[in-house]
C-alpha cells in the first residue's frame, strides 16, 4: 500500500490501466480530451503489476480496471468516473486539484 501512496502522491490525476482494456481506453480518452495530463501505470506492462493490482485490491478498489485518483483521493473506475461527468462533477474536481485551468 505504501507503493501505492508513492504512485499517487503529487499527482493530480492518476489512473491504473491495462492497455488491452477497453473500459481503460475510454476512460484515458476522455482525460486527455479535457486536456488533462494524467500519471497512467499499465498494470499489464510494468514488473509488480500484478501485486499493484493487489494493493488496489486491499484499498477497497475493484479487481476491474481503470482504477482512478483525482487529487490523491480514489475515485473508483469508469461508472464513477463516467457518473461524475454526466453530473458535471468531473470538471470542477479536476479544477481545484490543478489537473485543468
Known amino acids: 500500500m505504501e507503493k501505492i501512496q508513492k504512485m499517487i502522491s503529487?499527482?493530480?490525476?492518476?489512473?491504473?490501466?491495462?492497455?488491452?482494456?477497453?473500459?481503460?481506453?475510454?476512460?484515458?480518452?476522455?482525460?486527455?480530451?479535457?486536456?488533462?495530463?494524467?500519471?497512467?501505470?499499465?498494470?499489464?506492462?510494468?514488473?509488480?503489476?500484478?501485486?499493484?493490482?493487489?494493493?488496489l485490491a486491499l484499498l477497497g478498489c475493484s479487481l476491474t480496471v481503470p482504477v482512478v485518483f483525482i487529487g490523491g483521493q480514489l475515485v473508483g473506475g469508469a461508472n464513477q468516473v463516467m457518473s461524475l461527468h454526466l453530473n458535471r462533477s468531473l470538471v470542477p474536481m479536476l479544477k481545484r486539484v490543478g489537473a485543468l485551468i
Open 10 to 55: 503529487g499527482k493530480p490525476v492518476v489512473i491504473f490501466s491495462n492497455n488491452s482494456c477497453c473500459m481503460s481506453h475510454t476512460i484515458k480518452t476522455l482525460f486527455l480530451d479535457f486536456g488533462v495530463n494524467p500519471a497512467i501505470y499499465e498494470l499489464d506492462e510494468i514488473s509488480r503489476g500484478k501485486e499493484i493490482e493487489n494493493a
